[in-house]
T-cell receptor, first 111, second 116 residues
């Protein structure tokens, strides 16, 4: 079973602030993903990475950016938070690309 | 393209009732199929999976059979418990749909509430 961590678990922040959501995994998985989960529960892939120095945008357009400098670390950054960014953000990792292991999520509220 | 359609919720059942959550899929290749579960306040966990036609995935009393002829992967449990209250997601992975495609296509989720 993969161990995957997300911090913070909850974040309340004002409009215009820069934030970084952290995601780390200890299983050496080369594939990592960020999903945005809306209040209706639907999941939207916003970023993914298949290895170090590799990042791609997902199906849902997002104003966030990601980096993958180390295998275990896949942070997501919002340069200027807005109320429309209020959501839950889920990070996942995988070795095969099929079974994905999810972190506990970060609930973001932008005022 | 690939897509997953699952029954809309919410679904409310009494404890010990029989559960079925329908899931059908469209895929260009030969997908693997998954059910994930999300308990309140948590991320998703893999519940079960099946990688080829007629395979049955099972875990914690839940079962689902990969039916290629009906493109379905319905989730069933014979007797639900209050602790099964969660959101259930059907998903597929179709590596043959494109070189280097390592993504899951999720359904919209079905919220299950089990009452004592």
């Amino acid at each position: 079973e993969a161990d995957i961590y997300q911090t913070p678990r909850y974040l309340v922040i004002g409009t215009g602030k820069k934030i970084t959501l952290e995601c780390s995994q200890t299983m050496g998985h080369d594939k990592m993903y960020w999903y945005q989960q809306d209040p209706g529960m639907e999941l939207h892939l916003i970023h993914y990475s298949y290895g170090v120095n590799s990042t791609e945008k997902g199906d849902l357009s997002s104003e966030s950016t990601v980096s993958r400098i180390r295998t275990e670390h896949f942070p997501l950054t919002l340069e200027s938070a807005r109320p429309s960014h209020t959501s839950q953000y889920l990070c996942a990792s995988s070795s095969t690309g099929e079974t994905q292991y999810f972190g506990p999520g970060t609930r973001l509220l932008v005022l | 393209g690939n897509s997953v359609t699952q029954m809309e919720g919410p679904v409310t059942l009494s404890e010990e009732a029989f559960l079925t959550i329908n899931c059908t899929y469209t895929a260009t290749g030969y997908p693997s199929l998954f059910w994930y579960v999300q308990y309140p306040g948590e991320g998703l966990q893999l519940l079960l999976k099946a990688t080829k036609a007629d395979d049955k995935g099972s875990n914690k009393g839940f079962e689902a059979t990969y039916r290629k002829e009906t493109t379905s992967f319905h989730l069933e449990k014979g007797s639900v418990q209050v602790s099964d209250s969660a959101v259930y997601f059907c998903a597929l992975s179709d590596r043959t749909s494109g070189a280097g495609s390592y993504q899951l296509t999720f359904g919209k989720g079905t919220k299950l509430s089990v009452i004592p």
